[in-house]
């Protein structure tokens, strides 16, 4: 199948992808929210491909901490949820449904990442998928609305000009580049602010 996305992604579908986590240690915390929002050469959600958003249940709640008072999801609202390993499952079918380009050699066209912080995201994503499954899904070439931010920063200073960005947190640069960010610390909802603060900052490049 061939999509609508970025001609130099060569078949790549740029995704935006946020988590919301039990707590901020990859390994020990887990992933209880997700959405994987594929994205089209206008950098605006695919209106032929559906997101992947859902709740997971925690196969250890007891290690639920403050993260909890940021993302206000409770431990009851997970009862129920796909487990852990479930839900991975139900994303790998996802992933398959999208049916992006099989290249010689059998292997498939992969998801870009779009997310502000990936480092963070990466993390978790590795001890959801695990490393193969991580590997086949997710391309190693990033875009990243928080790196981008800091080089436009680290621009701005390197000519002695002010700053643009006061604080690169999502909320903080949506601000500044005027973009509506609803739901924030919903997984659905940051997404959909990344992809439209990524949109900003390309075109604000001229």
């Given amino acids: 199948m061939i999509v609508d996305s970025l001609i130099n992604l060569n078949g790549d579908l740029l995704v935006g992808v946020d ?14 929210q997700i959405a994987a929002v594929p994205l089209n050469s206008e950098l605006k959600p695919h209106p032929d491909l559906k997101p992947f958003y859902m709740n997971i249940a925690p196969d250890h709640p007891e ?46 066209k992969r998801l870009v990442p779009l997310a502000h912080n990936w480092a963070f995201e990466k993390t978790f994503l590795l001890y959801w998928h695990g490393l193969q499954a991580f590997n086949e899904i ?18 701005a200073a390197w000519h002695g000009n002010t700053c643009p960005f006061n604080r690169l947190s999502l909320t903080a640069m949506c601000e500044t580049m005027g973009v509506r960010l609803d739901n924030a610390h919903d997984a659905l909802g940051d997404v959909l602010a990344t992809a439209d603060l990524y949109r900003a900052m390309v075109r604000s490049m001229g």
């Fill in 138 to 155: 997710w391309s190693g070439h990033p875009r990243d609305t928080l790196v981008f931010g800091a080089m436009l920063n680290d621009l």
């Fill in 19 to 32: 988590t919301e986590t039990t707590g901020l240690i990859p390994g020990i915390h887990e992933i209880i």
């Fill in 63 to 108: 290690r639920m901490s403050g993260a909890a008072a940021v993302h206000g999801i409770t431990k009851e609202e997970l009862a129920g949820c796909p487990s852990q390993v479930e839900a991975a499952e139900m994303f790998d079918q996802w992933y398959d449904d999208l049916d992006l380009p099989v290249m010689e050699g059998g292997w498939r």
